[in-house]
Every structure is written in structure tokens, then in C-alpha cells.
């Protein structure tokens, strides 16, 4: 049975390092993605990164790229999205999301989302 649960968020400071995660296992018929997405205040949803289930195959959104890591954990059905250098900038609620084979970098390719985990990066 399709479980989806999310996890993770709180204050960290610049510099710093946060893990959010997401457990997803048995996935519906097709779906075999999970990507995470953040919007900050005031600001359009942004693709930041994605897990191929199928493949493991990753890709990240150059505002993360060399800071931001996804990775899947199968015996816990877990993914996590390991963030790192964090920046005031990485502000945002961010959520996991589950969509059919292959990164779409656009919502609209996901059908199953968690809510927002609050992300806040300050001094």
C-alpha cells in the first residue's frame, strides 16, 4: 500500500547543515520519482531536485548544485534531501514530492505532494 510521509524542517543558521525526508514506499502503478520543490515567501515554486527510483539516477537545480544532496535509503523506503552551506536565501517551505518516471521540473508533473516543511536559514 502507497505510504507518503514527510519530516524535517526548523532554524538553522548560515552556514549550517539540515536533512529533510520523506518516506515513500510502494509506489502507485508508474510513479517512480520523488523530487523536492521549495518557495519562499512571496516567490514562485522551484524544482530544486529530483531521485529516479528506477535508475537512481539524481539531478539538482543549479541554486543547489554542489550543496544540496538526494538520496534514497531502500530499506527504510526513506529519501532524503541533505542540505549543506545553507544560505539566508534557501529560506522556504519545501516539499517532497511523487510523480511518474522521469525529473519534471515543473509541479505539474507530480501527483502526490507532502505539505511544506519550514526551512528558515538565520543568524
Known amino acids: 500500500q502507497f505510504k507518503f510521509e514527510w519530516s524535517g524542517g526548523g532554524s538553522v543558521q548560515p552556514g549550517g547543515s539540515m536533512r529533510l525526508s520523506c518516506l515513500v514506499r510502494?509506489?502507485?502503478?508508474?510513479?517512480?520519482?520523488v523530487a523536492w520543490f521549495r518557495q519562499a515567501p512571496g516567490q514562485a515554486r522551484e524544482w530544486i531536485s529530483c531521485?529516479?527510483?528506477?535508475?537512481?539516477?539524481?539531478s539538482y537545480a543549479d541554486s543547489v548544485k554542489g550543496r544540496f544532496t538526494v538520496s534514497r535509503d531502500n530499506d527504510e523506503s526513506m529519501v532524503y534531501l541533505q542540505m549543506s552551506s545553507l544560505k539566508r536565501e534557501d529560506t522556504a517551505d519545501y516539499y517532497c514530492?511523487?510523480?511518474?518516471?522521469?525529473?519534471?521540473?515543473?509541479?505539474?508533473?507530480?501527483?502526490?505532494w507532502g505539505q511544506g516543511l519550514q526551512v528558515t536559514v538565520s543568524a
Open positions: 514530492a511523487v510523480g511518474r518516471k522521469g525529473c519534471g521540473v515543473f509541479g505539474s508533473s507530480y501527483s502526490y
Open positions: 510502494q509506489f502507485p502503478a508508474g510513479y517512480s520519482t
Open positions: 531521485l529516479s527510483e528506477s535508475d537512481g539516477s539524481t
